[in-house]
């Protein structure tokens, strides 16, 4: 086994932005990016000059979008790179960039995501290998149908799937960087017709267009530049993996997602009883459900009712999705990954405003690509500052 990101250099988060997830505009990505770059730096305290590399996560913008958005800010000969992994692209760029700065090539580098709807043009289409399912199965029946296996399973009602909608969506409406930012009744949430299945309109997530930046750098960095190290967040973890063959009946992003997650707590030395904030892919109410058990946050067959319960709300043991999860946050797809770094920052410094989990000092983001792939990060804030040269 190869080294892991504890074994480098330390890593840590010294700056996030967001530009508001919403609707299609008329605003140019050039805007998003700009905006969410710039709000980046100047909540680390530092220049553009300072920032070695970029990666950009991307998926429906086309090709060499970075550039002509990073020029506004000066030509500095910063390193560039695009990176498209489907809905975890901004998840693995920000990988990227913090192993960028954990090896020692760079100091300071810049994860950024940056999305506009659009058609997306699979590769899946042009492997010249029929495919018998094509389109009849679209992402929201797929989910549907795994709810209705869990309900039937676990003796769980489309009210508990539904609880997970409730809550997310009374999380967006605290978060002014949120796409939805209404709170919802049980009974809004259950109204109109369904999508597919048991899944309604408000229990799937919107894709619309927004940015996420996030800033890492190492202790070298922190010391040099003055930046304020009392805000620093640690990334102790992150893993990127994709399927393989699983036995018997077991869905193929679930048991990633286990994988993932065992592998990134193992990494990061703990437990998901020390974890206090989790945002994850959850595109579909009942993908919440599913990952929440995956990760060891509860027992099989439990998290439906422990979430209609409230266990998983702000104030419970560990939140998840404070920031409206995708379902009220927005889903991007580009930015998505890095929206969910930059919330876990907020949470861990303690300057998530309305929707703040008390005493947050850990928190994990998993996002799911479709390929399939799978990505965990684990961060921490330490009461320690960043030593002293």
């Known amino acids: ?59 429906l913008l086309g090709s060499a979008p970075t550039r002509v958005m990073v020029r506004h800010l000066g030509g500095t000969g910063i390193a560039i790179t695009q990176v498209e992994n489907a809905s975890a692209s901004g998840s693995s760029a920000f990988r990227l960039a913090c192993l960028e700065v954990a090896s020692g090539i760079s100091e300071i580098s810049l994860a950024l995501g940056v999305d506009k709807p659009d ?18 199965v679209m992402p929201v029946t797929h989910f549907a149908l795994q709810a209705r296996e869990y309900m039937e399973r676990c003796s769980v009602r489309p009210e508990q799937i539904a609880a997970v909608a409730v809550k997310n969506h009374g999380n967006g409406a605290r978060n002014p960087f949120a796409h939805r930012q209404k709170a919802r009744t049980m009974e809004e949430v259950l109204a109109g017709p369904p999508i597919s299945g048991i899944l309604t309109r408000l229990q799937c997530c919107p894709i619309g267009e927004g940015a996420a930046a996030a800033i890492v750098a190492s202790e070298a960095a922190l010391r040099r530049s003055g930046m304020d190290a009392s805000r620093a967040v640690r990334v102790l973890a992150s893993v990127s993996r994709s399927e ?28 998901p009883d020390d974890l206090h904030v989790v945002e994850l892919h959850d595109a579909f109410s009942i993908e919440e459900v599913l990952y929440a058990e995956a990760m060891g946050l509860c027992g099989e067959g439990e998290a439906a009712a422990r979430i209609a319960k409230g266990e998983f709300h702000l104030g419970g043991k560990c939140a998840i999705s404070p920031s409206g999860g995708l379902l009220a946050m927005g889903h991007p797809i580009g930015p998505t990954g890095i929206g969910q770094i930059a919330e876990i920052v907020r949470q861990l410094r303690g300057e998530a405003g309305a929707r703040q989990q008390p005493k947050a000092r850990m928190g994990l983001a998993h996002m799911v690509g479709v390929g399939t792939v799978c990505l965990v990060h684990i961060l921490e804030r330490r009461d320690k500052r960043v030593a002293s040269p």
Do not use: C
Request: no cysteine.
């Open 244 to 271: 393989r063959l699983y036995e018997g009946q077991k869905e193929a992003g679930v048991e990633l997602t286990r994988e993932t997650a065992a592998q990134a707590l193992e990494q990061a030395g703990v437990s």
């Open 119 to 136: 058609i997306p043009r699979t590769a899946l289409t042009k492997t010249g290998i029929h495919d018998l399912v094509g389109m009849r």
């Open 1 to 59: 086994m190869g080294k892991r990101l504890k074994d480098l250099r330390p890593v840590y988060v010294v700056g996030v932005g967001i530009d508001r997830y919403r609707k299609l505009t008329r605003r140019t990505f050039v805007e998003l990016g700009l905006n969410a770059l710039r709000a980046a730096l100047s909540d680390a305290g530092i220049g553009w000059r300072d920032v070695e590399s970029v990666y950009h996560g991307t998926v």
